[in-house]
């Protein structure tokens, strides 16, 4: 069973909708044992850094999802959060990756915060990539990102390059929303599954 955590964050829904379109059993839920049982887990959300992670911390799980040791995917919201630190709101996270999320600053005409749409993917390495996914066009909505390390798996050009996806030990993440990419996002969703 896939659980999905359900928390206090918007754009989850579309997440257990894709899950549905590729007859998995995904549950929504934000009971502990559930999480702790499943063979894997989808961290997704769209929101705010401080807020979620007051929620979180509340509701006891950010403990639950430090404890974690089956493959996890945080989507977003999902992936920042993962993080060590984030400027939006100087909210420390759940200190998973050791990773900062910065803030985008424009420096030229053109360049709108949040970074909204379609944009490609570089630099990308196994297991959530094939080498067929360079230049892949995935579906991006943020106005903070995760700074590159050894932890990224992939990259994107937005302003300057940034983290598109993460992995530090079972967790995986993307900033970009596989749910909304159409075959490149399904085709990553099934390599998450597959682990």
Known sequence: MIAVIDYNAGNIRSVMHALERLQVEAKLTADAQQI??????????????????????????????????????????????????????????????????????????????????????????????APSDEGQWMYFVHSYYVETGPWTIATTHYIHPFSAAIQHENFFATQFHPEKSGEAGTRLLQRFLAL
Not at 58 to 85: A, F, K, N, T, W
């Open 36 to 129: 702790r049982q499943a063979d894997k887990v989808i961290f997704p959300g769209v929101g705010q850094a401080a807020a979620t992670m007051q929620w979180l911390c509340d509701h006891q799980l950010d403990e639950v999802i430090r404890s974690l040791r089956q493959p996890v995917l945080g989507i977003c919201l999902g992936m920042q959060l993962l993080c060590h630190y984030s400027e939006e709101g100087d909210t420390p996270c759940l200190g998973i990756v050791p990773a900062k999320v910065k803030q985008f600053v424009p420096r030229a005409a053109g360049e709108k915060v949040p970074h909204m749409g379609w944009n490609t993917l570089e630099q990308v390495r196994a297991p959530l990539f």
